[in-house]
């Protein structure tokens, strides 16, 4: 049977990047045996559920390059894809369960299951349904129902069994059903609960692997007994463990950007997004962190799932990204960095064809130097600086003679060159090196200096070039008169 897996966020908010590990998860699985990855929406939260959530969810998903197989706008005879437009697949399951006696109508107050919970928690006992209305008839309930009662359904959860499961990250998990009591699988609002709704999709979908964070794994026991009291094929699952933050608290607002769409604007590649979480409770056979999409989906298996908890390390994912920024196609590059180059003021809208050969040599000279893409904005203000000041440590070592002599030969050069490209600028060094004698620092910081400001930064002739003739001589100009 070919592999069926989904991603199944709730609406109720960005999309947080545990999250977005789970949707990755999943499609490279999918991606790794030829499986299909299904997006579905569990949006059967009225009071959360949102639709500006939807959207936000759907971006982020296509921005971070994770595209669905089957879900909204790609339905395969599976649909709908949103749990809010299969009520009517639920009623239909639900009335079966009820019929046969393995669930009842509860009519309870919530102020009485508040009460009575809050006196089990005083006991310290288990939190669990008393059972009470299980003994009202059907019928009776239906027709209290039609009388205008309000009523949520409970799972009839009568069998004293033990329920496990053998998960592919934690091994065998086991849970005692007389712990779990009477739950509800329909609510007074007229919607399933996230666990009925989740079992009738996995089945009707046809499910075989449910890959999800850990967080989920007490929903699981009350998700087999439905899967048994139906009769459903049980899917393989597998539990993924926590994000923790670098202080090990579980991640959060408070460690900085913690959404997809934040890392984005930040200036993230979804290819780094995608390299760096896949190593989050997930890792290479060679222990490999720099990997494109083909090594990654050739590498992914589900047993190499750790258990213990992941370590978002920020420092780990620039140096990932750093890594996709220099080796993704110069053209692609460019493109990518050009919104920050135009918000930044430093090229126009719609830059014509020398702005984007300028761009483009721009990108190819600093682009080893960015860890996301709004880190072009510190290397390029050098190019637009005309009239920067010398701190007096600078001021103090380019005024000396021997320097002001360079100076005055690199201006000549300049001047008597038809165009500054890379290679003729390092000529211009070199000569100027053996006209002068001076070596290392003595011959390259006064030059660099005069050109850029700057104690460091980009290759010296790299810079030269991209500044252009006019802008040298002038630059130069400025400290030999
Ligand atoms: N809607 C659930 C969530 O976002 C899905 C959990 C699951 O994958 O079963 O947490």
Redesign the pocket.
């Known amino acids: 049977m070919s592999c069926r897996v989904r991603f ?3 609406p109720t908010g960005f999309l947080h990047i545990g ?1 977005a590990r789970t949707a990755l998860f999943n499609w490279l699985y999918a991606k790794s045996v030829g499986g299909t990855f299904i997006l579905r929406i ?1 949006d059967t939260d009225q009071k959360r559920s949102t639709s500006e959530a939807v959207d936000m969810a759907i971006r982020s998903l296509k921005w971070m390059g994770l595209e669905w197989d089957e879900g909204p706008g790609k339905d395969k005879g599976n649909g709908p894809y949103f749990q809010s437009e299969r009520l009517h697949i639920y009623k239909e399951h639900i009335d079966k369960l009820l019929e046969s006696g393995k669930a009842y109508y509860c009519f309870c107050s919530s102020e009485e299951l508040d009460m009575k919970s809050k006196g089990q928690k005083t006991l310290s006992q288990l939190q669990i349904y008393d059972g009470k209305c299980s003994s009202v008839s059907l019928a009776e309930a239906k027709e209290r129902i039609a009388n205008g009662e309000k009523a949520r359904v409970r799972f009839f959860n009568n069998e004293n069994k033990i329920v496990s499961f053998d998960d592919v990250v934690r091994g065998v998990v086991k849970k005692e059903s007389k712990e779990i009591g009477d739950f509800v699988i329909f609510k007074e609002d007229g919607f399933p609960t ?1 666990n009925f709704a ?1 079992v009738i999709d996995e089945a009707l979908m046809g499910i075989t692997h ?1 890959i ?1 964070g850990e967080d ?1 794994i007490s929903n699981t026991a009350k998700q087999l007994l439905l899967y048994q009291a139906y009769n459903f094929d049980i899917p393989i699952f597998a539990h993924t463990s926590m994000i923790l933050g670098s202080d090990k608290e579980k991640l959060s607002k408070r460690h900085g950007a913690s959404t997809v769409m934040d890392f984005e604007a930040e200036g993230y590649l979804p290819e780094g997004i995608r390299n760096f979480l896949a190593l989050l409770g997930w890792s290479h056979p060679e222990a490999v962190e720099a990997l494109t999409d083909e090594e990654l989906i050739k590498a992914f298996t589900l047993n190499r799932f750790s258990k213990s908890p992941a370590v978002f390390d920020m420092n780990k994912f620039n140096h990932i990204n750093t890594w996709h920024i220099r080796n993704i196609d110069i053209d692609d590059a460019v493109s990518r960095f050009l919104p920050y180059l135009i918000k930044g003021g430093y090229i126009p809208e719609n830059p014509d064809e020398e702005k984007l050969a300028w761009s483009k040599k721009l990108v190819m000279i600093v682009r080893e130097h960015c860890s996301i893409l709004s880190d072009i904005c510190a290397h390029v203000d050098v190019f637009f600086k005309d009239d920067f000041v010398l701190t007096d440590g600078m001021q103090k070592v380019i005024e000396t003679d021997e320097s002001k002599k360079l100076l005055i030969y690199i201006k000549e050069q300049i001047e008597n060159s038809d165009e500054i490209t890379e290679a003729v600028m390092k000529s211009i060094i070199k000569n100027a090196q053996k006209e002068t004698g001076l070596k290392g620092p003595l011959l390259y910081h006064p030059i660099r200096y005069a050109l850029t400001g700057n104690i460091s930064g980009t290759e010296l002739a790299s810079v030269a070039e991209l500044l252009g003739k006019d802008k040298l001589v002038n630059r130069i100009s400025r400290f030999i008169e």
């Open positions: 199944a966020p709730s999250n569990d996230y989740t449910v999800r989920h």
